[in-house]
């Protein structure tokens, strides 16, 4: 590399860009990741500029430069449709500067480099700092991949401080809040469900942020169902054709226990685009309707017939995204049940190697180790383990019933049985800290309810691993 090309590396690793955001490559799905972005730009007028600068990026993951250079291309030519569109040129310019270095058209790459600068020089502080900017980045820390969810969060948040009645920047602060905050911790004035309320005040007709505001409200008290109901009525009437309304309008249905408008909802969904995303959702719906049609006791010909929808779902679902592991975890679970030699615990293997969804592979392998293998010990340690090591999820609180379960039946053949005195004894240590925090948990304070008392020396054998059942 010469001198001059060393120097324009030099500035080029000073930007604000994709290429500088530590965004790796392994990190991302760049199977769907495309198809995504396309869609968004499809539906999200406003959305479309910042869009397509991360589908050019992509695109040069993908070494596809050229292509790379139209999507970046057409951003800047969206972004300039606006007056005083300079700070929010500062991301595509810069992606643009790499893609022509890496092309090795110096002389556009410096071109660009000089188009920063005199932005560069309005600016009164640090790139990093511009609102802009954060928005780009935090967006594309959203839409990359699960493990930029925490990065998101941090990056919005700076930009809504610098601009607090931006509505864009509220729109994505509540998106990175909601997809960060446990849904069973959310309470009335959670973080994530008062900032989807300020977002919803900023923007208005955004359906989807009502709809996301409505799946938070279930797991609020009682009192605010209509409102949840409410929310996702009007999402649907104004936006019934918008993928995200109906992804996650499903989601409530399914959540709220009407699981059959859940699948109806994601079946009209899937007339409009081949996602991996409402393939999974059926696959879960199905696998929903398939315990329902079990508990009530229904003809073997329907609770069949729901978990070959379900399975058959979930295969579609990995087919299109090889990489969701939650999909592969719950497909495992679904052929151990139908008694199909397949290789079921591939996808549990995969998930421990790549640290991935831990809490629901966790709680999907005891249930696979319970039911389809028969193995209660095995069963009962991943229980635990997905018990004390994610707390704050919905894993865990069925885990905890889970345990709950096996203790009662252990203790009602065995009222000696070592194991279930061990089982009952960390429930209720965990069981009580939860309440300490959270006293207002009525599902908690039926568990404490029906838990049996241990002997004392059972508890204190509990209360080292107890500590990992953080609030």
Request: aromatic share 8%; hydrophobic share 35%; with cysteine.
């Amino acid at each position: 590399m010469s001198s001059s090309q060393d120097s324009l590396k030099m500035k080029l690793d000073q930007l604000e860009c994709h290429f500088t955001w530590d965004l790796n490559k392994d990190d991302l799905d760049l199977h769907n990741l495309p198809s995504r972005l396309e869609e968004q730009v499809r539906l999200d007028l406003s959305g479309a500029a910042r869009a397509l600068c991360s589908l050019g990026y992509v695109e040069f993951l993908l070494e596809h430069t050229q292509e790379a250079l139209i999507n970046l291309l057409e951003s800047e030519r969206l972004v300039k449709e606006n007056p005083n569109c300079e700070k929010s040129l500062i991301v595509t310019y810069g992606n643009l500067a790499w893609v022509h270095f890496h092309r090795e058209n110096f002389l556009e790459c410096q071109s660009y480099l000089e188009k920063l600068e005199e932005i560069m020089e309005t600016l009164p502080t640090e790139p990093s700092s511009v609102p802009e900017v954060l928005h780009e980045k935090g967006w594309a820390f959203l839409k990359f991949s699960q493990k930029y969810y925490p990065q998101a969060v941090d990056v919005f948040q700076v930009a809504v401080e610098r601009d607090p009645d931006n509505s864009e920047w509220n729109a994505g602060y509540a998106h990175a809040l909601y997809r960060t905050e446990p849904g069973i911790s959310c309470t009335v004035d959670s973080p994530a469900v008062n900032q989807l309320r300020r977002a919803i005040d900023l923007n208005p007709d955004d359906g989807v942020l009502k709809v996301l505001l409505a799946i938070k409200l279930l797991s609020c008290p009682k009192s605010f169902m209509n409102e949840a109901e409410k929310l996702v009525e009007t999402a649907l009437n104004e936006s019934p054709d918008h993928p995200d309304v109906l992804r996650y309008a499903a989601i409530f249905y399914r959540d709220h226990g009407s699981v059959d408008s859940a699948i109806e909802i994601l079946k009209k969904a899937l007339k409009s685009t081949n996602s991996y995303f409402i393939h999974h959702q059926l696959g879960v719906c199905y696998k929903t309707k398939k315990i329902i049609l079990n508990k009530e006791k229904q003809d073997k010909s329907e609770i069949d017939k729901a978990r070959n929808q379900s399975i058959y779902h979930l295969e579609m679902a990995t087919q299109l995204k090889p990489s969701c592991i939650v999909a592969m975890s719950a497909l495992a679970v679904q052929y151990g049940e139908r008694g199909d030699p397949k290789d079921r615990e591939r996808p549990f293997d995969t998930a421990e190697k790549n640290n991935e969804h831990l809490n629901t592979v966790n709680f999907d392998y005891a249930q696979f180790q319970l039911y389809s293998k028969r193995c209660e010990d095995s069963a009962i340690k991943h229980y635990k383990e997905c018990l004390t090591m994610y707390p704050r999820t919905g894993e865990s609180k069925n885990s905890a019933w889970k345990l709950k379960r096996t203790a009662d039946k252990r203790k009602s053949c065995n009222p000696d049985d070592q194991t279930a005195k061990e089982i009952l004894g960390l429930l209720q240590l965990t069981v009580e800290k939860h309440l300490k925090h959270n006293p207002n948990d009525q599902k908690a304070k039926e568990m404490l309810k029906s838990l049996q008392q241990p002997a004392e020396g059972d508890v204190r054998g509990h209360r080292e691993r107890s500590e990992a059942f953080r609030q």
